[in-house]
């Protein structure tokens, strides 16, 4: 089951990265690297950090537990989504009044000009993040059941409707070119949610949204694994988010450079590690409940051997043929031969922390599993504080590229300290005892 779990993850990842380096490969030929990309990928950015760190990862993490442990699944479930929805739909529409202070904030390099241009934009963007979560909400309940054939796939679904945006506005103006991308994400939103509907009303799940009186000791449970889950999954994607703020005091295309390569540093990590942690996650959860230590960590260990080679493989292509993939991607158009030689270079400081960050979303499932959510959290800001000495330390020599690796250095001390907290005696145990699980 989990091997046939990651292969249905997998499929449906790659299926999504490819329409999505078609996606890049369109905007990159119809945008370029310029200030209009910029503006563009910042106000996608805020949404997509909230979609990764609160809606998807975080979420997941503390519902499936939770859920796996509450006597009446129906309220629990009812009005988790109730309450959070409300919130996040608040949340959009203070992003709205608000536009151009946050717009601002994430973007402080940004002029009063660029400012007022990013701004309409950051507030439609940010319309994406409570269709996210409706989306995340019913794949958790499905991935309870081992159906991850709709989330996998739906992903895809964004990209089409960008893809669209871009073919359809083609020729227009670039500023305009970025509303017709904005609208675009939501109607991928809208899409993603339809979907998901469908499969829970062919599951039988349609009963989560009665909203009936609910056990406020799970609730209280669940809301407390979920602060933790929030800070702890956090790491990777604040470092991305600080890698945009930083590089808008650099020069023009410094945000469109480190965007163009952490896409292509995404695909094996998404292909290999985040489709396994998917898959792993709900077995290593009801292991732990049924107090089967010993198969979690059997599945652990086939889980991260697979990985560690794929990932492997993947960093060495990525490594050796860095020019060639982003030439073969992005040159053509408004991107030129001095994008890609910047792009490939930021390329290769990401994948240098491939593996670390692999292997980190793994082991962590351990903790998140045990609910040991804050002291995941805790480990989370010790690896995003390294990173932020270290962006601070490396910008100003090595500029975007400096930004890049110094991510790749907190990768290294979030699976360092995840292994801290896993038991260097489990870790040798499950890898160079006769007696391995």
């Given at each position: 089951?989990?091997?046939?779990?990651i292969?249905?993850?997998?499929?449906?990842?790659?299926?999504?990265?490819?329409?999505?380096?078609?996606?890049?490969?369109?905007?990159?030929?119809?945008?370029?690297?310029?200030?209009?990309?910029?503006?563009?990928?910042?106000?996608?950015?805020?949404?997509?950090?909230?979609?990764r760190?609160?809606?998807?990862g975080?979420?997941?993490?503390?519902?499936?537990?939770?859920?796996?442990?509450?006597?009446?699944?129906i309220?629990?479930?009812?009005?988790?989504?109730?309450?959070?929805?409300?919130?996040?739909?608040?949340?959009?529409?203070?992003?709205?009044?608000?536009?151009?202070?946050?717009t601002?904030?994430?973007?402080?390099?940004?002029?009063?000009?660029?400012?007022?241009?990013?701004?309409?934009?950051?507030?439609?963007?940010?319309?994406?993040?409570?269709?996210?979560?409706?989306?995340?909400?019913?794949?958790a309940?499905?991935?309870?059941?081992?159906?991850?054939?709709?989330?996998?796939?739906?992903?895809?679904?964004?990209?089409?409707?960008?893809?669209?945006?871009?073919?359809?506005?083609?020729?227009?103006?670039?500023?305009?070119?970025?509303?017709?991308?904005?609208?675009?994400?939501?109607?991928?939103?809208?899409?993603?949610?339809?979907?998901?509907?469908?499969?829970?009303?062919?599951?039988?799940?349609?009963?989560?949204?009665t909203?009936?009186?609910?056990?406020?000791?799970?609730?209280?449970?669940?809301?407390?694994?979920?602060?933790?889950?929030?800070?702890?999954?956090?790491?990777?994607?604040?470092?991305?988010?600080?890698d945009?703020?930083?590089?808008?005091?650099?020069?023009t295309?410094?945000?469109s450079?480190?965007?163009?390569?952490?896409?292509?540093?995404?695909?094996?990590?998404?292909?290999?590690?985040?489709?396994t942690?998917?898959a792993?996650?709900?077995?290593?959860?009801?292991a732990?409940?049924?107090?089967?230590?010993?198969?979690?960590?059997?599945?652990?260990?086939?889980?991260?051997?697979?990985?560690?080679?794929?990932?492997?493989?993947?960093?060495?292509?990525?490594?050796?043929?860095?020019?060639?993939?982003?030439?073969?991607?992005?040159?053509?158009?408004?991107?030129?031969?001095?994008?890609?030689?910047?792009?490939?270079?930021?390329?290769?400081m990401?994948?240098i922390?491939?593996?670390?960050?692999?292997?980190?979303?793994?082991?962590?499932?351990?903790?998140?599993?045990?609910?040991?959510?804050?002291?995941?959290a805790?480990?989370?800001?010790?690896?995003?504080?390294?990173n932020?000495?270290?962006s601070?330390?490396?910008?100003?020599?090595?500029?975007?590229?400096?930004?890049?690796?110094?991510?790749?250095?907190?990768g290294?001390?979030l699976?360092?300290?995840?292994?801290k907290?896993?038991?260097?005696?489990?870790?040798?145990?499950?890898?160079?005892?006769?007696?391995?699980?």
């Open positions: 089951m989990l091997i046939k779990s292969f249905t993850n997998s499929s449906g990842i790659l299926v999504s990265r490819i329409l999505g380096f078609l996606r890049d490969l369109l905007t990159a030929s119809i945008l370029g690297a310029n200030i209009y990309s910029d503006i563009f990928f910042v106000a996608f950015k805020l949404p997509n950090l909230f979609r760190i609160f809606a998807e975080a979420f997941t993490q503390a519902f499936i537990p939770s859920y796996a442990k509450a006597k009446h699944k309220r629990f479930s009812s009005m988790i989504f109730l309450q959070l929805i409300g919130f996040l739909i608040v949340l959009s529409l203070f992003v709205t009044l608000f536009s151009s202070l946050i601002k904030a994430i973007a402080l390099g940004f002029d009063t000009k660029t400012v007022e241009l990013a701004a309409p934009l950051v507030a439609i963007n940010f319309y994406y993040l409570p269709l996210i979560f409706i989306v995340t909400f019913m794949a309940l499905l991935q309870y059941k081992h159906h991850f054939a709709t989330t996998a796939f739906s992903t895809a679904l964004l990209n089409l409707a960008l893809i669209a945006a871009l073919l359809i506005s083609k020729g227009m103006d670039k500023y305009e070119i970025t509303y017709y991308l904005s609208y675009g994400v939501l109607v991928g939103g809208l899409l993603q949610v339809l979907v998901h509907i469908i499969a829970i009303k062919n599951k039988n799940l349609c009963k989560i949204f909203f009936k009186k609910h056990n406020k000791k799970e609730e209280n449970r669940f809301y407390k694994s979920f602060l933790g889950a929030t800070l702890g999954s956090s790491t990777a994607h604040i470092s991305a988010f600080l945009t703020w930083l590089a808008s005091f650099l020069v295309g410094s945000i450079y480190l965007y163009y390569a952490n896409r292509v540093f995404q695909l094996p990590l998404a292909l290999f590690a985040i489709a942690s998917v792993l996650f709900p077995m290593i959860a009801r732990i409940k049924n107090k089967d230590e010993s198969k979690a960590l059997n599945l652990m260990r086939k889980s991260s051997l697979i990985l560690i080679a794929l990932l492997s493989i993947a960093t060495l292509i990525g490594i050796v043929f860095n020019n060639e993939i982003i030439w073969l991607l992005f040159e053509r158009g408004a991107f030129n031969e001095n994008d890609t030689s910047n792009t490939a270079l930021i390329l290769t990401y994948l922390g491939l593996i670390p960050y692999g292997l980190a979303k793994i082991f962590s499932l351990w903790l998140y599993a045990k609910e040991k959510q804050f002291l995941a805790k480990i989370s800001m010790k690896a995003l504080g390294t932020i000495v270290f601070l330390i490396f910008i100003i020599p090595y500029e975007a590229a400096g930004l890049a690796f110094a991510s790749t250095l907190s290294f001390i699976l360092i300290l995840t292994l907290e896993f038991g260097m005696k489990n870790f040798k145990t499950l890898y160079f005892s006769k007696d391995s699980i």
